[in-house]
């Protein structure tokens, strides 16, 4: 019967032979068919359900999952976009963030070359600035301005000490043109109220002046004062650009200045004239076995003028701080009109052993002013903590206990954090 032959012959076409399955011909059209997503979508389906139906043979089944695995790699192959080595980096810690193991992203690099992540990480030398203008203020520091060329000579007869002003050579142009119009100041410090100065000499480089200038002062006086030149760029409608300066503070470094002697210095570069404010003679003396320190305030000499009539009325003040905080302090009698006073007064502070690597002294010389507050002439600092000659003072002071260590101190300008210590 037409029925019988049918459904004889249908299970022979569903389950085709093993043989035939095999044959390169099956194989072909089988790719045929799934390239089509319909057939895709249906084989996909029967391999879900392979696990309950014997039907489908082992074979058709491991080359079913075979296909659509490799359908899915070139897949995901042709739509991921080519990324960075920054970017494989980050993707190459998913597998072990999310424990996909069996993904193969085909472009990843060797595990050799493995490197972990930047992504999110600050980096603090991109934000590192280069200090340009710090490093161009300290070439400027200490770079040349140009050389000038001056004599000293002493005449006994007048006691006068004559300078004069040959020349300068190779300035820094200071207009837009490419030159200046330079001329000098002189001063005899510590005295700033004679003040000469040399002509302007427009529109050059390398200005000759060749003008002498006369200072009254005892020959004994010479081995005290310093000898200030700073040369200036003269503007007609703003304020004079300052050049640089020379400071001489050994009058007698060339000859003993009874005959006339040419001297060569380099300028040094400076954007406002420099203050001499004046020194400080002090001893310090420790003894450790009573805890005691003893400044003692010897003299002042070279002191800034700060009144009208061009003296000072000059007294000392000592603070003992810790920390930065004022814990006491002291002062000496005042010596009126006159600017090298003589002291000779001692300071004892009570400091146990074990504290003096906290404490440091603040020594201010300050004016008296009857009207008004008394005005800080300048300060220096000793202590473990202080620079240069302030430290190196006090470590001498320890290392030597029981015996007076005395040093010259440079005054220098208040700081913005001293004035409170100094404020009475």
């Not at 996909?100 to 992203?105: A, F, G, K, L, Q």
């Not at 000499?201 to 003008?211: I, Q, V």
């Not at 020594?363 to 473990?384: A, K, L, P």
């Amino acid at each position: 019967m037409p029925w019988r032959n049918k459904e004889a012959s249908s299970p022979s076409s569903a389950n085709p032979p093993l043989e035939a399955l095999q044959s390169p011909s099956f194989r072909g059209n089988m790719a045929d068919k799934l390239k089509d997503p319909s057939t895709l979508g249906f084989l996909e389906a029967a391999v879900k359900i392979s696990h309950t139906s014997p039907d489908i043979p082992a074979e058709v089944q491991m080359s079913v999952k075979e296909h659509i695995m490799r359908h899915t790699r070139l897949q995901r192959q042709t739509t991921e976009p080519a990324s960075s080595t920054r970017h494989t980096s980050f993707k190459r810690h998913l597998p072990r963030q999310m424990h996909v193991s069996s993904v193969d992203y085909g472009n990843e690099l060797p595990p050799a070359a493995e490197q972990p992540t930047s992504i999110g990480r600050i980096k603090p030398e991109l934000y590192k600035q280069k200090s340009v203008d710090g490093d161009d203020a300290k070439s400027e520091a200490t770079k040349s301005c140009g050389k000038i060329n001056f004599s000293l000579r002493y005449d006994y007869e007048t006691e006068t000490l004559i300078v004069r002003i040959l020349k300068a050579f190779d300035l820094p142009a200071k207009d837009f043109c490419g030159s200046s119009d330079p001329y000098v100041k002189i001063y005899l410090l510590p005295d700033r109220k004679c003040k000469l100065q040399t002509r302007v000499h427009r529109k050059t480089l390398n200005p000759t002046f060749d003008e002498n200038f006369h200072f009254p002062v005892p020959y004994e006086e010479l081995a005290d004062r310093k000898l200030h030149l700073s040369v200036f760029d003269f503007d007609r409608f703003s304020r004079h650009d300052m050049i640089g300066e020379v400071i001489m503070d050994n009058l007698f470094e060339a000859s003993d200045l009874s005959r006339e002697t040419s001297i060569w210095k380099d300028i040094q570069y400076a954007t406002s004239e420099s203050v001499d404010l004046g020194e400080i003679m002090f001893s310090l003396c420790y003894l450790p076995t009573a805890g005691r320190l003893t400044l003692t305030v010897i003299k002042c000499r070279n002191l800034k003028a700060m009144d009208i009539t061009g003296y000072s009325d000059p007294y000392v003040k000592v603070s003992l701080l810790c920390d930065g905080r004022r814990l006491k302090k002291k002062k000496t009698t005042i010596k009126k009109n006159t600017l090298n006073p003589v002291y000779n007064e001692a300071i004892i502070f009570d400091i146990p052993p074990e504290n003096m690597d906290q404490v440091s002294l603040l020594i201010s010389v300050m004016d008296y002013d009857r009207v008004g507050h008394n005005e800080i002439i300048g300060v220096c600092r000793v202590g473990i903590n202080a620079e240069g000659l302030g430290r190196d003072h006090w470590n001498e002071m320890l290392a030597y206990p029981r015996k007076p260590i005395a040093h010259w101190h440079s005054l220098v300008e208040v700081k913005k954090s001293f004035k409170e210590e100094n404020s009475d």
